[in-house]
């Protein structure tokens, strides 16, 4: 089974409606691309909370609310399955997450952000539903940016049987350019050691440290962005495509994660 995969690495802010306007450009610009699954970087409807608001009382419930439901409204008019990050005021509280939302306008299902920066801790609440998605046809996955670190809940969406984990991101900073092929590194774990295609999408402007790229279940870079630059990377993955290397979750040793630890014994007098 062959799928065709947009990243939309676009620049965006605190301006909701400007944002809107990038992210339909992208919709029609991934139609045109016969693009399946388009995804956007993380917050990229509403703006990220560190790096493009002062504080949470700025990030306003209504106006989130009404453009999410106009990308409702793109998805269903274009016929494309979109991911798309932003914040929002869910049961009393602010959070990081990526909805998705099905060709026919429908969200079908909803990623909370589960590991927060410091500066995440100021804006959101950390999410705690992790599971995999039926989306275009695929079972997914989704993670978002700092989640990368972590690689337990990659592992889990791996065995309850995702095929493609995506990772909408806001890498930036010019003091931390180093995280650059870190990063990449990391990408590339997740998907050579989960047998996973894993795609994630950065936000284009001055001193990001990741560009948006596509992975193989090998590990192995199938599609690489410009780095900074806009732009809508789109990359055909084969599901069905023969790896390299063994199923590392056939492997994997269980009983190792079971047994009891002791204390080891004190050294005997001599």
């Known amino acids: 089974m062959r799928i065709r995969l947009a ?78 990050g932003t914040h929002r005021f869910h049961e009393d ?21 589960a590991h927060l920066t410091n500066g995440d801790n ?5 999410g705690s539903d992790i599971r995999t998605f039926n989306f275009a046809g695929i079972n997914v996955g989704v993670q978002i940016c700092f989640d990368l670190r972590f690689p337990e809940l990659f592992r ?43 795609a994630t999408v950065n936000a284009a402007g001055p001193y990001m440290n990741s560009p948006s790229m596509v992975c193989d279940p090998d590990g192995l870079i199938i599609a690489q962005s410009n780095l ?9 993955i084969n599901l069905t495509q023969p790896r390299r290397m063994p199923d590392f979750l056939k492997l994997r040793r269980n009983d190792l994660l079971t047994f009891e630890r002791t204390a080891p014994k004190k050294n005997a007098k001599q």
Not at 228 to 236: F, K, N, P, R
């Open 93 to 113: 509280k602010w959070l990081n997450s990526a909805i998705l939302i099905a060709g026919n306008g429908r969200i079908r299902g909803t990623y909370d952000k």
């Open 156 to 198: 889990l969406l791996a065995l309850e049987g995702a095929q493609v984990i995506f990772m909408p991101t806001y890498a930036c900073g010019p003091r931390t350019r180093w995280k650059i092929s870190v990063i990449e590194a990391h990408v590339r774990s997740r998907a050579a050691e989960n047998g996973v295609f894993a």
């Open 7 to 84: 990243l939309a690495q676009i620049l965006y802010d605190s301006q909701i409606e400007k944002n809107l306007e990038s992210i339909k450009a992208k919709i029609e610009e991934a139609k045109l691309r016969s693009a399946d699954i388009l995804c956007f970087p993380e917050c990229a409807l509403s703006g990220y909370g560190p790096a493009h608001y002062t504080t949470k009382d700025e990030l306003k419930a209504d106006e989130i609310d009404l453009a999410i439901q106009e990308v409702k409204s793109l998805a269903q008019n274009h016929e494309i399955n979109v991911i798309v």
């Open 228 to 236: 900074e630059i806009e732009g809508l990377l789109v990359a055909e």
């Open 122 to 126: 100021d804006f959101y609440e950390k």
